[in-house]
T-cell receptor, first 115, second 109 residues
Framework: SQTIHQWPATLVQPVGSPLSLECTVE??????LYWYRQAAGRGLQLLFY??????ISSEVPQNLSASRPQDRQFILSSKKLLLSDSGFYLC??????????????FGAGSRLTVL | GQNIDQPTEMTATEGAIVQINCTYQTSGFNGLFWYQQHAGEAPTFLSY??LDGLEEKGRFSSFLSRSKGYSYLLLKELQMKDSASYLCAVMDSNYQLIWGAGTKLIIKP
């Protein structure tokens, strides 16, 4: 069966510090991978998605970046965090085929507080 | 623009039935999803509708009317553990998911 791991679960970082959130998927190959951010009272905001190694699509211009160094590894990074980067970050995967029925399976989430 | 509307919060009684509505305006349609999200946790998949009609899955059912841009999630025999946010999401013509802000469901004994 497929599993998704995301870490760290929580972190508190000062403004201007770097960020690295990591996500790995097991039990599948060539998945679609996603990074979302969820702010209180708002819908999930898609930040990045990837359909393959080294292929990253950015949905929202900001000071975050994503990388996919291996087929089942997805990393969210920032060189200098802003206060507005605080939020709940979710990694997700879906089957690699393009289909309306692709169900997203989410990692447990990472709660980031920037002070 | 693309838009998903659902009520912000609803309250229901344990053992009762509740219907959570979702209306959408999107560029094309390739299916509608409902996810459940407990506080502080990740969303989990509940249902998928792509054709008009009712899909039943145990205590949960989801309905879709594509001509009206409307869906609802019906929860029967409510239990305290059903207290959660329920997220409606539509896949548009580019196979991108558009998310609603979620409906927080509060169950009272």
């Amino acid at each position: 069966s497929q599993t998704i791991h995301q870490w760290p679960a929580t972190l508190v970082q000062p403004v201007g510090s770097p960020l690295s959130l990591e996500c790995t998927v097991e039990g599948t190959s060539n998945p679609n991978l996603y990074w979302y951010r969820q702010a209180a009272g708002r819908g999930l905001q898609l930040l990045f998605y990837s359909v393959g190694i080294g292929q990253i699509s950015s949905e929202v211009p900001q000071n975050l970046s994503a990388s996919r160094p291996q087929d089942r590894q997805f990393i969210l990074s920032s060189k200098k965090l802003l206060l507005s980067d605080s939020g709940f970050y979710l990694c997700a995967w879906s089957e690699g085929s393009i289909s309306g029925a692709n169900v997203l399976t989410f990692g447990a989430g990472s709660r980031l507080t920037v002070l | 623009g693309q838009n998903i509307d659902q009520p912000t919060e609803m309250t229901a009684t344990e053992g009762a039935i509740v219907q959570i509505n979702c209306t959408y305006q999107t560029s094309g349609f390739n299916g509608l999803f409902w996810y459940q999200q407990h506080a502080g946790e990740a969303p989990t998949f509940l249902s998928y509708n792509v054709l008009d009609g009712l899909e039943e899955k145990g205590r949960f059912s989801s309905f879709l009317s594509r001509s009206k841009g409307y869906s609802y999630l019906l929860l029967k025999e409510l239990q305290m553990k059903d207290s959660a946010s329920y997220l409606c999401a539509v896949m548009d013509s580019n196979y991108q998911l558009i998310w609603g802000a979620g409906t927080k469901l509060i169950i009272k004994p």
